[in-house]
């Protein structure tokens, strides 16, 4: 093989994607130290046309590696110069030369037993090639013959020793990562003709569903079931080789509690209430009340629920409380008691036509109706910012006497269900907005 000189520039590292290259197949073994030779001569006896790149299906970096070196795709690769060394003579005719430079070269190692493949790729124009010996034992330590002015031919062999067993099988990948939701995989095998191999799974959760058996080269097809849990490895044994699967595992659900409301508003009267918890499933959370007057009824769960709570009857001033749930507080403001009216020495008691109400998500527009004696002043509020006052009838607030009040719900664009009140005189009118 001759690569003329065409005065082009050297090449080093070597190209991940040459343009050209030249590939031979040959027989090695695993966990086994090679040493390579090869034969060549310098066009011109010159050193700028006495060096090549060669490159390997699988070498690793040691006896026990699975690490690859001097692979395919990369720009790795063991650099063969006729020249020994940077102070030696030039190169006179044909020599042998190894991956060193002024020093022996270091082994090379295969990870798997069978057939291999080498690819040579220019490093410098005008090199010849005439043999390639892997060896070893015979030639580990010493050449085939000297770097310059050579004679030795060497007889083909396949490989010392006997050569490899008579089946040896490689697989296309040494293993594959899945997700967490399993699916499905394959894997090539490589044997020669009429070498017969079996697959099977030394994992319940690997199954082979197809490719079971074969003979020479085929296909082992798997299934992966999904991953309830941590992160898992488990193996196939194909034709002697292991396979490994590694799977990711269930991601933690966040379990970040949201509430759907902050706060609520109460008349001083006894009355009772309750609050959406919106979190993921297998989430565990608890309520508890801050206030003696507060009584939580129904407060833990496992994922979205929610929370009931009892308020007991205020005969003093206005007052507020606190729920803690999930990590949140929650916020209940009690209205004070009942005054007497300033004019009739007697308490100043209203009635509404509903106290609830539920309304969509879009934008709503109503009307309370307040009865009221005729001497009793009355005014609404509402507790939340998504609630609005706009009027009163017959006349601005105060009002006295029955009337009513017009009221709104803005749109709710937030995703969740909201609660809030319009409050009138301590009597409180709740609303429950859609999502």
């Not at 009307?367 to 009838?393: G, Q, R």
Request: glycine share 12%; hydrophobic share 40%.
């Amino acid at each position: 093989m001759w690569n003329p000189n065409l005065g082009k520039a050297k090449v080093a590292p070597a190209l991940a994607s040459p343009a050209s290259y030249v590939e031979a197949q040959f027989s090695a073994m695993s966990g086994v130290a090679y040493h390579v030779w090869v034969r060549m001569r310098a066009q011109d006896n010159s050193t700028s046309n006495d060096s090549l790149h060669i490159q390997f299906s699988d070498a690793v970096t040691g006896l026990d590696s699975t690490t690859r070196t001097m692979g395919f795709g990369t720009t790795s690769s063991a650099e063969f110069i006729i020249q020994e060394g940077p102070n030696a003579n030039g190169p006179d005719k044909w020599g042998w030369a190894d991956n060193g430079w002024g020093a022996p070269g270091a082994p090379i190692y295969f990870q798997t037993t069978g057939t291999h493949t080498l690819r040579i790729q220019a490093r410098e124009d005008g090199p010849f090639v005439d043999q390639i010996v892997i060896s070893p034992t015979t030639y580990f330590t010493a050449a085939p013959g000297p770097r310059n002015n050579d004679l030795t031919i060497l007889a083909e062999t396949p490989i010392e020793g006997g050569g490899p067993p008579t089946c040896g099988f490689t697989l296309s990948a040494p293993g594959t990562s899945m997700t967490a939701d399993g699916g499905q995989g394959g894997v090539d095998v490589q044997a020669p003709a009429g070498c017969a191999w079996t697959a099977t799974s030394q994992a319940s959760w690997i199954s082979v569903t197809g490719g079971g058996s074969g003979s020479g080269n085929g296909t082992v097809s798997f299934s992966v079931e999904a991953n309830p849990g941590a992160a898992r490895n488990g193996t196939l044994t194909v034709g002697e080789q292991t396979y490994t699967v590694s799977q990711s595992g269930v991601a933690a659900p966040s379990c970040s509690a949201a509430l759907s409301a902050a706060s609520v508003t109460v008349a001083a009267d006894a009355g009772s209430g309750s609050v959406d918890v919106i979190v993921a499933a297998g989430c565990a959370w608890s309520a508890a009340s801050n206030a003696s007057w507060i009584t939580v009824t129904a407060g833990s769960g496992n994922g979205s629920g929610t929370v009931s709570f009892d308020i007991a009857a205020n005969t003093s001033t206005e007052r507020t409380g606190t729920l803690t749930i999930a990590g949140s507080t929650y916020t209940v403001s009690q209205a004070a008691a009942a005054n007497p009216d300033p004019v009739r020495g007697e308490t100043c008691a209203v009635t509404l036509d509903k106290t609830t109400l539920l309304v969509g998500a879009a934008e709503a527009n109503w009307v309370i109706n307040v009865t009221a004696d005729s001497a009793c002043t009355w005014t609404a509020t509402a507790d939340s910012a998504w609630l609005v006052v706009k009027s009163t009838f017959p006349t601005a607030q105060p009002v006295r006497g029955t009337g009513y009040v017009k009221v709104r719900a803005v749109a709710n664009t937030t995703g969740v269900k909201r609660i809030g009140q319009f409050v009138i005189n301590g009597v409180a009118y709740t609303v429950t907005q859609g999502k």
